[in-house]
């Protein structure tokens, strides 16, 4: 994306120094994004490395459905502002839809 914004800026330049002027503080921008995201890939892959990270990737790659679904503190407040809660009464991730599978668990038992 900050490529596309470099290039249109440049297409619109006339002179020799305003497109040097361009490509360095767009290259200092680039460069203010990038630093964050190598040090968040950095603790990807110490956490990937680490005892328990190689633990989560393999129950990831050998039994991913049994790995469930969980919300945390800031996907429980991104739902509260964006969302209707009585909205999502029918959706995944609501402890009602647990209770009628129970419900219907207990009607019609799968034999073991």
Request: net charge neutral.
């Amino acid at each position: 994306m900050l490529e596309a914004i470099h290039f249109y800026y440049f297409m619109n330049v006339n002179s020799w120094d305003i497109a040097v002027a361009f490509m360095r503080v767009g290259g200092f921008i680039s460069l203010g994004v990038m630093l964050p995201l190598v040090y968040l890939f950095g603790l990807r892959y110490a956490f990937v490395n680490s005892v328990e990270g190689v633990y989560y990737e393999t129950q990831l790659t050998q039994e991913a459905s049994r790995i469930t679904r969980w919300r945390d503190v800031v996907d429980n407040w991104v739902i509260r502002q964006f969302v209707n809660g009585s909205d999502l009464d029918r959706r995944f991730l609501i402890r009602g839809e647990r209770r009628e599978d129970a419900a219907t668990n207990a009607k019609h038992p799968r034999s073991h």
